[in-house]
């Protein structure tokens, strides 16, 4: 299942390949070393060396934020400033350069944009309620949760199936496009048993038959004095995505109440994004209370960033009522919650950051969705920035010790090869370690 899945994807990738160049043919990495820190995963995963003894040009440490921390701590003792350094989404963090004890003047990233339609009205009201700048995923949060609401509001009911098959009426074409801005209207054109065309802040967020999104962006940003800057945005076009068709519910009744749960990890490894991302989560309710005649009963739980708190914690939210969920953000976590307690008891789910490829996979009645994009994409911009704009030709994966980072490993070095490049070393690390200093070595000296 995976490697067919892997296959239709590397054929949509070479579909994508002119607009990823012409994306990040602008953007200068220099020499390159990678750190991969996005904000998801769980999973087995081997570590094995390559039979080169040279050191890579390039290295690829996928983790998490905590880790991130301890791994560039542990570089920059060992190896020193020098070498430019690339990471993805889960450091794309402003606190990054203080935790680590360096500017990171040297470091580049990718990351999944918030490119979609409604994102200038998304960043403006995020800023009025919070007083700060949305983070990385905080978009696709809003997204997840306007989406649930609005299907909720069209089944006319607390009822997972019937949110599930009314989730596509909402998102996908046809039907009037509403977005952020228009979310009070898309609120009453949903409840009258309408379809529409939502429109968000992360994308356009059209669901194939997967539950996975149909159009993503890449934006590829450096570190400096003034924090975090967005270079540039490599996109990715959308292929045919089917109509959502008529919703099969009949709308709701004024004065109903609509209860969404919220799987964050408020602690844990990726606690520093998962907090603004909950923000994002809520956002809506905030945004509409008193303007629309339902009230949104939104009710946010903890996953720790752990597989088994994460299943408790959404078992709560499932035994409270709640029938459609936002998150959880970790793939490894959301692979887990999945198959244990949203498939079961079929319950929606809709990740706004769980980005590991198994997630399109999984055998799940149509009942998981995610507003995030695959980590195929993810791999495809890293192997283009590493082969094309750095010149590397050889490279090395760090990855934490997981289904993220297996995955995101496998994708990288899928898309480096079909560049031309050779892979040295692939070395798997767990989470949460004081030192990573002889992990290090074994990717950098394999």
């Given at each position: 299942?995976?490697?067919?899945?892997?296959?239709?994807?590397?054929?949509?990738?070479?579909?994508?390949?002119r607009?990823?160049?012409?994306?990040?043919?602008?953007?200068?990495?220099?020499?390159?070393?990678?750190?991969?820190?996005?904000?998801?995963?769980?999973?087995?995963?081997?570590?094995?060396?390559?039979?080169?003894?040279?050191?890579?040009?390039?290295?690829?440490?996928?983790?998490?934020?905590?880790?991130?921390?301890?791994?560039?701590?542990d570089?920059?003792?060992?190896?020193?400033?020098?070498?430019?350094?690339l990471?993805?989404?889960?450091?794309?963090?402003?606190?990054?350069?203080?935790?680590?004890?360096?500017?990171?003047?040297?470091?580049?990233?990718?990351?999944?944009?918030?490119?979609?339609?409604?994102?200038?009205?998304?960043?403006?009201?995020?800023?009025?309620?919070?007083?700060?700048?949305?983070?990385?995923?905080?978009?696709?949060?809003y997204?997840?949760?306007?989406?649930?609401?609005?299907?909720?509001?069209?089944?006319?009911?607390d009822?997972?199936?019937?949110?599930?098959?009314?989730?596509?009426?909402?998102?996908?074409?046809?039907?009037?496009?509403?977005?952020p801005?228009?979310l009070?209207?898309?609120?009453?054109?949903?409840a009258?048993?309408?379809?529409?065309?939502?429109?968000?802040?992360s994308?356009?967020?059209?669901?194939?038959?997967?539950?996975?999104?149909?159009?993503?962006?890449?934006d590829?940003?450096?570190?400096?004095?003034?924090?975090?800057?967005?270079?540039?945005?490599?996109p990715?076009?959308?292929?045919?995505?089917?109509?959502?068709?008529?919703?099969?519910?009949?709308g709701?009744?004024?004065?109903?109440?609509v209860?969404?749960?919220?799987?964050?990890?408020?602690?844990?490894?990726?606690?520093?994004?998962?907090?603004?991302?909950?923000?994002?989560?809520?956002?809506?309710?905030?945004?509409?209370q008193?303007?629309?005649?339902?009230?949104?009963?939104?009710?946010?739980?903890?996953?720790?960033?752990?597989?088994?708190?994460?299943?408790?914690?959404?078992?709560t939210?499932?035994?409270?009522?709640?029938?459609?969920?936002?998150?959880?953000?970790?793939?490894g976590?959301?692979?887990?919650?999945?198959?244990?307690?949203?498939?079961?008891?079929?319950?929606?789910?809709?990740?706004?950051?769980?980005?590991?490829p198994?997630?399109?996979?999984?055998?799940?009645?149509?009942?998981?969705f995610?507003?995030?994009?695959?980590?195929?994409?993810?791999?495809?911009?890293?192997?283009?920035?590493?082969?094309?704009?750095?010149?590397?030709?050889?490279a090395?994966?760090?990855?934490v010790?997981?289904?993220?980072?297996?995955?995101?490993?496998?994708?990288?070095?899928?898309?480096?090869?079909?560049?031309?490049?050779s892979?040295?070393?692939?070395?798997a690390?767990?989470?949460?370690?004081?030192s990573?200093?002889?992990?290090?070595?074994?990717?950098?000296?394999?």
């Amino acid at each position: 299942m995976v490697r067919d899945i892997m296959n239709r994807n590397r054929q949509r990738r070479s579909v994508y390949r002119r607009d990823v160049l012409r994306g990040i043919g602008a953007v200068s990495v220099g020499g390159m070393l990678g750190i991969a820190g996005c904000t998801t995963e769980q999973d087995d995963g081997g570590g094995d060396n390559g039979g080169d003894t040279d050191q890579p040009d390039t290295l690829i440490i996928i983790g998490y934020p905590e880790s991130g921390v301890q791994l560039f701590k542990d570089y920059y003792s060992d190896y020193g400033t020098d070498t430019p350094i690339l990471v993805t989404d889960g450091l794309n963090d402003e606190a990054l350069p203080d935790n680590v004890g360096q500017q990171l003047e040297n470091v580049r990233g990718t990351a999944p944009a918030a490119a979609g339609p409604g994102n200038d009205f998304f960043t403006t009201r995020f800023n009025e309620e919070y007083g700060g700048d949305p983070g990385v995923f905080t978009a696709h949060a809003y997204d997840a949760t306007a989406v649930l609401l609005l299907a909720s509001l069209a089944a006319g009911a607390d009822d997972g199936p019937a949110i599930r098959d009314a989730l596509r009426s909402v998102a996908n074409p046809d039907g009037p496009e509403l977005g952020p801005q228009d979310l009070g209207e898309a609120v009453e054109t949903a409840a009258t048993g309408q379809q529409l065309n939502y429109t968000g802040a992360s994308s356009s967020v059209n669901f194939d038959e997967n539950g996975d999104m149909g159009a993503v962006s890449y934006d590829i940003f450096s570190y400096g004095s003034d924090g975090i800057t967005v270079d540039d945005t490599v996109p990715f076009e959308e292929e045919n995505v089917e109509s959502g068709g008529e919703p099969p519910g009949e709308g709701s009744d004024s004065g109903r109440t609509v209860r969404l749960g919220a799987l964050m990890a408020l602690t844990g490894d990726l606690a520093s994004v998962g907090q603004p991302i909950r923000d994002g989560a809520v956002l809506p309710q905030a945004q509409l209370q008193g303007n629309v005649d339902y009230t949104i009963d939104i009710n946010v739980a903890d996953s720790q960033t752990d597989p088994q708190a994460g299943i408790s914690a959404a078992n709560t939210l499932i035994n409270g009522g709640y029938p459609a969920i936002v998150g959880p953000l970790s793939s490894g976590v959301n692979m887990n919650v999945s198959q244990q307690s949203y498939i079961p008891n079929g319950i929606v789910g809709c990740s706004p950051s769980s980005t590991s490829p198994d997630v399109t996979g999984l055998d799940d009645d149509d009942f998981v969705f995610r507003t995030a994009p695959s980590d195929v994409l993810q791999g495809e911009v890293l192997a283009r920035v590493a082969a094309d704009d750095v010149s590397a030709t050889t490279a090395a994966t760090m990855y934490v010790n997981n289904a993220y980072g297996q995955a995101l490993s496998d994708s990288f070095a899928s898309a480096f090869e079909d560049a031309g490049g050779s892979m040295v070393a692939r070395v798997a690390f767990e989470k949460g370690q004081t030192s990573y200093s002889s992990k290090l070595r074994s990717a950098m000296n394999p």
